[in-house]
C-alpha cells in the first residue's frame, strides 16, 4: 500500500476517533501513535469477538460500525448474565487488559461489525504515551469514576436512547431571550406583555437586572380578579418575591430538584452577577426528561386515595432509573428520590389528617436514619417519629393516644406505597417515639450522659433526624437542644468516634478486598455497613462537634470540613468516594429488583470489572483517611 493511501486511513482513523471520548482529549502525537498501530477487522453477525474461553484479552477493542453485544457471565451481585449494548466510538476489554485476566463474559456482533484493534504491547505503550488516555483507564480516581459511570449508562442507554441529557447546563436549556419588568411597571402592563409574548410567567427585575419577584398566570385569578385588584397598581404589589435563581452553569437536574422541593414550576437562570438570563420551566424539564417528573408532582399533590399515591410512588422509582441512564450523579439521585419520597409522605399525612383531629395542636413528623440525611436508595424502609407540644390545659397521655392513632394509620398507609414497616419498629406508631419536646429533649440528654452501646446505636439512628411536616421549628429547637447537650460531654464525642471506629474499610493487605464470612453470601461486601457507614458516621461526629446542623452526609463533610481546614482536595476526594459507593448501591439493587428479589447492598468485588474495583478501592482509602482524622482528633 502507498504511503499516500496509508496516510489517508491513519487520517480517518483520527477524525472518527476524535468523536468520542477519551479520545477527543488524547495529545495528537498519542493519537497518531494509535491511529498508526490499529488494525480495522470484520466481524459478521452473530460471531464471538472475544470471550473467557478465549484467555487473556489479546487486544483494545473499539467499535468502528455496527453494534457489539456486552454479556457478562458473573451478572451484578444478581446471579444471572447482564448484557448492554456497545457502539460507535465505544472501547472494550479495558479492565480484563489492564488486570492480563480473559474478560468476564462474551462480546458478540449484534449486527456486521468493524472493529479497530489494539494489541495489548501498543495498549501498554499508549497509556505511558498519553497521561490523558492513562488517566481515564487506571490512575485518577476522577478518571475512573469517569469511565465507571459511562459503562453504567451503557447498561441503561436501550431506556435512555430517546432521551435528552438531565446533566445539560441551564445556558443549554434556555431557548430564549429573557423577559422582564421593572418593578414599577404597572400590572396592565406585565399582562399585557405575558398575553403577547404567549408567556405563562413574567419575571420582575431591579434597574440592575437582578430578578426580585415572579408572577405567573395562576395569580391572575387569586391576587387580581377575586380581591378586585387595580391594573394599575404596580406589579411588585402581586408578584412572589425571592424566586428561585441558579447559575447558567448549574444542570437541568439541579433545576428538577430545586423544584421539587419547593412545589414551584419556574426556576430563574442568572449569570456570576446574578442578572436574569432566561426562566426554566417545568415544560423545559419535562422536554428534557422524557419522564414524568410535572405528572408525578401532580398526581402527587391531587391524589385523593391512597392507590393513587401507590402509582406516583413507582413512578419516582422509574423517574429516578431514567435519571441513573442519563449519568445523573449518585448525590442528586438519592436525593432526588429522597424529596420525591418526602412529597409523597407529605401527601400520606395529608389524607390522614382528614379523619384525625389534631387541630390546634403544634406538633411535627419527622424521618430518621437514610431519610433523614437525604439519601434514600431504591431500597428503603420507614424511620420517623414525632415530636408535639403538650401545655398545661392538655392531658399528655389522652393526646399521645391521639398521634398514637393517627400516625399507626399514617404508618400503614406508607407501606402500601412502598415504603417496609421497620422492622425494628422506629416508626411514630411506637410511643416510645411519639413524644412532647421536652421528652425528645430528655431521651437525646440521656444518650449523651450514658453512651452505652444502645445509646450510640441509637445516636446513629435518631440524630440524623429531619422534619417533613408540621412544625418545623420544633425540629430546629430539638437540633440546637443536642448541640448544647454534645457540646458539654466531650466524652460522648469520643465514644461516639470510638464507635465509628469500630468498623474498619474492607481492605486486605494481600488479597484487594475483605469479604464476608456469611455462607448465604460468599465473597460479598455489604456496602451499607461497610461502606455508606463508614462515611456517614465520620460525618456525624464531625458535624456534632462543630454544630453543623445539616444532616446530608455530603454537605456535613463540606461544611465540617472547612470549619475544621480539611483540605479542598481531601474533601473531594472523600465526597467522591461516598457517592460511588453509593452508585454501585443504586446500581445493585435496582438488578436484583428487576430479577424479582428484595434489593440489598451485596456486592461481589469479584463481579465488577477492572475500573470499577480500582475505584472501590480508592473509595475505602478515602474512608480510611476520615477515620485517621477521627483518631487524630480523638487521640484514639
Keep these: 500500500m502507498s504511503n499516500s493511501a496509508v496516510e489517508t486511513l491513519v487520517s480517518a482513523c483520527i477524525r472518527f476517533l476524535q468523536?468520542?471520548?477519551?479520545?477527543?482529549?488524547?495529545?495528537?502525537?498519542?493519537?497518531?501513535?494509535?491511529?498508526?498501530?490499529?488494525r480495522l477487522l470484520h466481524y459478521p453477525k452473530g460471531a464471538?469477538?472475544?470471550?473467557?474461553?478465549?484467555?487473556?484479552a489479546p487486544a483494545l477493542y473499539i467499535v468502528h460500525r455496527g453494534r457489539v453485544r456486552a454479556k457478562s457471565t458473573v451478572g451484578l451481585g444478581s446471579g444471572e448474565p447482564t448484557s448492554?449494548?456497545?457502539?460507535?466510538g465505544q472501547a472494550f476489554a479495558i479492565g480484563a487488559l489492564m488486570a492480563q485476566r480473559p474478560t468476564f463474559g462474551a462480546y458478540l456482533a449484534q449486527d456486521d461489525v468493524f472493529c479497530y484493534e489494539l494489541s495489548a504491547?501498543?495498549?501498554?505503550?499508549?497509556?505511558?504515551?498519553?497521561?490523558?488516555?492513562?488517566?481515564?483507564?487506571?490512575?485518577h480516581i476522577a478518571g475512573l469514576l469517569k469511565q465507571s459511570q459511562q459503562q453504567l449508562q451503557l447498561q441503561f442507554a436501550q431506556r435512555a436512547a430517546e432521551q435528552k441529557t438531565m446533566n445539560s447546563p441551564l445556558a443549554a436549556v434556555v431557548k430564549r431571550d429573557a423577559v422582564a419588568v421593572a418593578a414599577t411597571a404597572s400590572i396592565r402592563q406585565a399582562v399585557e406583555l405575558m398575553a403577547e409574548r404567549h408567556l405563562g410567567s413574567m419575571v420582575v427585575v431591579d434597574?440592575?437586572?437582578?430578578?426580585?419577584?415572579?408572577?405567573?398566570?395562576?395569580?391572575?385569578?387569586k391576587r387580581i380578579v377575586l380581591p378586585g385588584t387595580s391594573l394599575e397598581q404596580p406589579i411588585s404589589n402581586v408578584m412572589s418575591s425571592t424566586p428561585a435563581t441558579l447559575p447558567l452553569a448549574a444542570n437541568a437536574h439541579d433545576a428538577a430538584l430545586l423544584m421539587a422541593m419547593r412545589g414551584i414550576r419556574h426556576v430563574l437562570a442568572v449569570d456570576e452577577g446574578g442578572r436574569l438570563r432566561g426562566v426554566v420551566s417545568e415544560r423545559d424539564l419535562f422536554k428534557l426528561q422524557g419522564a414524568g417528573l410535572r405528572q408525578i408532582r401532580h398526581a402527587i399533590d391531587a391524589a385523593s386515595s391512597i392507590e393513587v399515591l401507590q402509582h406516583a410512588r413507582g413512578d419516582v422509582r422509574q423517574l429516578s432509573l431514567t435519571m441513573l441512564a442519563e449519568g445523573v450523579g449518585a448525590a442528586e439521585i438519592t436525593q432526588f428520590i429522597s424529596t420525591l419520597n418526602d412529597t409523597v409522605t407529605r401527601r400520606v399525612l395529608e389524607l390522614n389528617l382528614e379523619r384525625h383531629d389534631l387541630y390546634g395542636i403544634d406538633w411535627a413528623w419527622l424521618s430518621f436514619g437514610s431519610e433523614g440525611r437525604d439519601e434514600q436508595t431504591f431500597t428503603t424502609d420507614q424511620d420517623n417519629g414525632i415530636v408535639f407540644i403538650c401545655t398545661?390545659?392538655?392531658?399528655?397521655?389522652?393526646t399521645q393516644l391521639r398521634f398514637l392513632e393517627f400516625a399507626r394509620d399514617v404508618n400503614a398507609d406508607l407501606d402500601r406505597c412502598g415504603f417496609p414497616l421497620c422492622k425494628g419498629n422506629i416508626m411514630a406508631g411506637n410511643p416510645e417515639l411519639c413524644l412532647t419536646l421536652e421528652e425528645w429533649e430528655e431521651k437525646f440528654a440521656q444518650w449523651v450522659r450514658t453512651p452505652e452501646p444502645q445509646a450510640l446505636l441509637n445516636a446513629t439512628i435518631f440524630f440524623d433526624f429531619r422534619p417533613l411536616f408540621g412544625r418545623f421549628n420544633l425540629a430546629h429547637r430539638l437540633r440546637l437542644s443536642l448541640f448544647r447537650q454534645t457540646r458539654g460531654n466531650p466524652l460522648f464525642l469520643r465514644m461516639l468516634a470510638e464507635n465509628a471506629l469500630s468498623v474498619s474499610p474492607p481492605l486486605g493487605r494481600i488479597r484487594d478486598f475483605v469479604t464476608g464470612a456469611d455462607p448465604e453470601h460468599p465473597g460479598t461486601i455489604d456496602l451499607k455497613k461497610f461502606g455508606v457507614r463508614l462515611f456517614t458516621d465520620a460525618a456525624r461526629v464531625f458535624a456534632l462537634a462543630n454544630s453543623v446542623e445539616a444532616t446530608n452526609t455530603v454537605?456535613?463533610?463540606?461544611?465540617?470540613?472547612?470549619?475544621?481546614?480539611?483540605?479542598?482536595?481531601?474533601?473531594?476526594?472523600?465526597?467522591?468516594?461516598f457517592n460511588f459507593i453509593q452508585l454501585l448501591r443504586l446500581r445493585h439493587q435496582h438488578f436484583e429488583q428487576e430479577h424479582g428479589r428484595p434489593g440489598d447492598n451485596l456486592i461481589r468485588p469479584?463481579?465488577?470489572?477492572?475500573?470499577?474495583?480500582?475505584?472501590l478501592k480508592e473509595a475505602f482509602r478515602q474512608a480510611r483517611k476520615l477515620q485517621a482524622r477521627l483518631k487524630l482528633d480523638y487521640q484514639l
Excluded: H, W
Design 19 to 38: 468523536a468520542y471520548p477519551p479520545f477527543d482529549q488524547m495529545e495528537a502525537a498519542a493519537l497518531r501513535f494509535l491511529a498508526e498501530r490499529v
Design 48 to 56: 464471538r469477538i472475544l470471550s473467557t474461553e478465549m484467555g487473556v
Design 84 to 88: 448492554a449494548t456497545l457502539g460507535p
Design 121 to 139: 504491547d501498543d495498549f501498554f505503550a499508549l497509556t505511558q504515551k498519553s497521561a490523558a488516555f492513562n488517566l481515564f483507564c487506571t490512575q
Design 207 to 221: 434597574d440592575q437586572e437582578v430578578p426580585v419577584g415572579i408572577f405567573t398566570l395562576s395569580d391572575v385569578l
Design 392 to 398: 398545661d390545659i392538655m392531658d399528655r397521655e389522652l
Design 555 to 577: 454537605q456535613r463533610l463540606r461544611r465540617a470540613g472547612a470549619v475544621m481546614n480539611i483540605s479542598g482536595d481531601d474533601l473531594a476526594a472523600s465526597i467522591e468516594g
Design 606 to 615: 469479584d463481579d465488577l470489572n477492572e475500573i470499577e474495583r480500582r475505584v
